[in-house]
């Protein structure tokens, strides 16, 4: 993706408020992120280890997403977790669950979407290769890695569909 400023990034949540949005965590190191290699920018607030957020570009437009990080996946020591976007294994925690607050009224009425995702929302480099998660790895399939990255997009529009699903 195109690399982001921190105030595009600020500019971009969907689903908290503007208040919220100042103060959120950006990191401090944008200008080094691997950009060319990323699918979405994900990050855990370095002030406040309860909070992630992603920014995703979706037919030009960013799209972020303010996420709590509801639990690590403490299902015992040997359990593997599965990311829902990348398809990544992992276990010791390397996955968690984040849920979004939805948009709108329905957001207001306390509901949130739930995904257990790679708590450090480093999929996009695990799917590459530039990082390897512990004790798991991306599962063995004969697929390109074209697909792959196609499959995780996939993913991860739906998530965003779902956080900002208009009410019934
Ligand atoms: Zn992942």
Redesign the pocket.
């Known amino acids: 993706m195109r690399p982001l400023t921190e105030r595009e990034i600020r500019a971009s949540f969907i689903n908290c408020s503007k208040g919220e949005a100042k103060r959120a965590g950006v990191p401090r190191d944008l200008p080094d992120q691997p950009w060319d290699d990323l699918d979405f920018l994900g990050w855990r607030d370095p002030g406040a280890p309860e909070r992630a957020y992603l920014v995703a570009e979706r037919d030009g437009a960013l799209v972020g997403v303010a996420l709590r990080v509801t639990s690590g996946a403490a299902r015992g020591f040997t359990a593997r977790s599965m ?6 294994t992992h276990t010791n925690g390397g ?1 968690a669950l984040m849920s979004a607050r939805r948009t709108g009224e329905a957001g207001r009425q306390g509901n949130s979407v739930g995904q257990y ?2 708590a450090d ?3 996009s480099l ?2 590459r290769g530039g990082k390897e998660a512990a004790g798991g790895g991306v599962i063995d399939e004969s697929l390109t890695l074209e697909d792959k990255l196609a499959r ?1 997009r996939t993913n991860l529009y739906a998530f965003l569909d779902k956080v900002a699903a208009k009410p019934e």
């Not at 990311?83 to 990544?88: G, V």
Request: net charge neutral; with cysteine; hydrophobic share 45%.
């Open positions: 990311c829902s976007f990348c398809l990544t996955v995702l790679c929302l480093a999929c695990y799917l995780t």
